[in-house]
């Protein structure tokens, strides 16, 4: 941690996120926050490194963006590539893709509640951020650590047992898929479904009990107006892996509906700022930056008339019977993971007892058709877009990939502001404030793993500036190896 | 003595990738009694998984400001606050699996400096050449030798 300088506050490690970025807090003359920025420092350069590689090899390359979600970009390339090909992939595969896709559900949204989240709810916001973390939640609260530890097990099965493998598994390929399901694959993926959700169940009780108690808190934290993009099926339900684009505004009114997503590029525009690598996607009727729109969990529910499984659909009209929808409080992104879980399970079992789900007909052979692809899905962080653009030969020309964590972008900024503007009272940055802009980062789970992991890198830092571009003070939680 | 060779790191970033081509070549050379495992980056899953070995060998990149082109160290269990992200550390991983499983192995990091992080599948050269390096060591490492006393390997695995 370094000394204060003179008027902005810069956050440099923000803990337990991916990769490398960095967080300023600018104050106004009066001492008041003015502004907030969430900055990715590290170039990314993805898309033109893909630039001249047969466009089949497309899904293993770009799974290789991130150890946490390769299996959203397996998916979405793997669609985009079916574009290309100008097939429709046979049932069976289209079941597998999507059982792979709830394990991925399972696995992240576990990953990203209880090891990540749980601390800060568990153990306080005002806790010793030392001991605020994973193994502090382990000596104080064991059980609830490792059911977290078990339900991702779980989702880690799912897709090991789906794919093949853990991690970048080769199992999505343009057409379909490479591998099918055994019966004894299934039912060991039966077998562990019931306590699974047990688990889910006790992480939803946990979050209500916390409301129950946080109430303002809860509803006050990281809120702010925004639209909101997810997917969603032809009768207005939730969808993840396929599905049309519904646009929301802050009030719940749909804004547009039913926009097929290979049509992206009529009403989703990006631009630039020069203090990050990180691109700034809005929505393009509304213009930059009132056509800021949040995606992931809760934009997810925020956006569907309903959810097509029983038990998570009673949660949602539960959640949604306690106030007016849409919420906008970015604490409930944790509590629309949970009912994501709980979707995600049952959703697992439909596929499971679907009787196609064991078929051998998971492939379908073709030469490219078609010069653009573009695979549109809901990753656990939200929409994830991949369009690529090929030559006859199949050679790829051109990428364009919008990742969950870029949608979110002017998102995490409102969010940051937000906490900054009620908890940052003085020129010098104190721990629980600090600690709060993390956890309101940290409800958007951003996923920057594109940068590399190696030995002494530091992931992040926070900054605080005055009006002149002078730097107070800054706070640097860990500068150790990763 | 049950030994676990983890390499990781970003196989698609040039010399991030260099965990991955150092367990391809131990792979090659056909070793017995020992287990090989390649990850985009540590996580909760591998505490467990390590708990089950005796000692683990972890092979990583290191930033190009690291003073040394390789080095080898005894890993302590040390749990960071920052760690409990996407990523762990083997430090994490070791308190880890004391905690949640009862035991951790011995552990040695091989840090291997990376010069070039950016998008590719090729190591650098100087990076080429203490991927071998790190190749011999390892092997020397997983040659057959007389095992201590039970009693003092699980003293050890305490306190790795």
């Known amino acids: 941690m370094t000394e204060p300088s003179a008027n902005t506050i810069t956050i440099n490690p923000v803990t337990r996120i991916e990769g490398h970025a960095k967080i300023t807090i600018h104050l106004d003359d009066a001492g008041d926050v003015a502004d907030a920025r969430f900055h990715v420092v590290e170039f990314r350069g993805f898309e033109k490194f893909c630039e001249g590689r047969f466009f089949a090899e497309m899904p293993q390359i770009t799974a290789r963006i991130c150890g946490i979600c390769p299996v959203s970009h397996l998916l979405a390339s793997a669609k985009a590539c079916d574009a290309i090909l100008g097939v429709e992939i046979p049932r069976p595969a289209k079941l597998l893709r999507e059982l792979f896709h709830m394990g991925q559900l399972t696995q992240s949204h576990a990953l990203s509640f209880f090891h990540l989240s749980a601390p800060d709810l568990l153990l306080g916001f005002d806790s010793d951020p030392a001991s605020r973390n994973i193994m502090g939640l382990i000596q104080q609260h064991p059980d609830i650590a490792k059911r977290g530890i078990r339900l991702r097990k779980f989702g880690q099965e799912v897709i090991k047992l789906t794919g093949g493998r853990k991690i970048h598994a080769d199992f999505t390929v343009p057409g379909g898929v490479n591998k099918a399901l055994t019966n004894a694959e299934r039912n060991e993926m039966l077998s562990g479904l019931p306590e699974a959700k047990d688990h889910a169940t006790f992480a939803l009780d946990l979050l209500k009990k916390y409301q129950e108690s946080h109430l303002e808190e809860v509803e006050e934290f990281a809120c702010f107006d925004s639209n909101f993009l997810g997917l969603v099926q032809p009768d207005g339900s939730l969808e993840h892996y396929d599905g049309r684009l519904r646009f929301c505004d802050t009030k719940g009114n749909v804004l547009q509906d039913q926009i097929d997503p290979a049509n992206y590029l009529d009403v989703i525009a990006e631009t630039t700022e020069d203090w990050s690598y990180l691109k700034f996607p809005f929505i393009k009727s509304l213009g930059y930056p009132d056509g800021m729109y949040r995606v992931g969990p809760l934009a997810r529910l925020n956006v569907v008339d309903r959810i097509s499984t029983p038990r998570a659909d009673a949660e949602l009209q539960a959640w949604r019977s306690q106030s007016v929808p849409p919420r906008r409080s970015s604490f409930y992104y944790h509590w629309a993971r949970l009912i994501e879980i709980v979707y995600a399970l049952e959703r697992i079992e439909e596929l499971l007892r679907d009787r196609d789900i064991c078929s051998a007909d998971t492939l379908v052979n073709a030469r490219p058709a078609h010069e653009q692809g573009i695979g549109v899905m809901e990753a656990p962080r939200g929409t994830l877009f991949h369009h690529y653009w090929v030559d006859e030969a199949g050679r790829v020309e051109k990428v364009n990939l919008i990742v969950a964590t870029g949608n979110n972008n002017l998102a995490m900024n409102r969010a940051v502001k937000s906490v900054a503007q009620k908890y940052v009272k003085s020129r010098q940055l104190q721990e629980g404030m600090l600690n709060r802009v993390e956890a309101a980062i940290r409800c958007y789970d951003p996923c920057l793993s594109c940068s590399t992991h190696a030995v002494g890198q530091m992931p992040i830092r926070v900054e605080l500036i005055d009006r002149d571009g002078s730097v107070l003070h800054t706070l640097v939680r860990d500068q150790g190896t990763m | ?160």
């Open chain 2, 1 to 160: 003595m049950k030994t676990l060779v983890l390499g990781y790191g970003n196989r698609s970033r040039n010399d991030d990738g260099v965990g991955w081509v150092v367990i391809e070549r131990l792979e090659a050379l056909e070793l017995s009694g020992v287990e090989f495992l390649t990850a985009h980056q540590l996580d909760v899953d591998h505490a467990e998984i390590i708990s089950r070995f005796d000692r683990v060998i972890f092979v990583d990149a290191a930033i190009p400001q690291t003073p040394l082109p390789m080095s080898r160290t005894d890993v302590k269990a040390n749990f960071r606050s920052h760690a409990v992200a996407h990523y762990l550390t083997p430090g994490d991983l070791l308190e880890l699996a004391t905690t949640l499983f009862g035991q951790a192995p011995r552990a040695i990091l091989f840090s291997i400096r990376g010069q070039d992080f950016n998008f590719g599948t090729v190591l650098s050269p100087e990076t080429e050449r203490y991927a071998n390096e790190a190749v011999r060591e390892i092997r020397q490492l997983l040659l057959p030798r007389p095992e201590p006393p039970s009693s003092s390997r699980r003293s050890e695995a305490t306190h790795a």
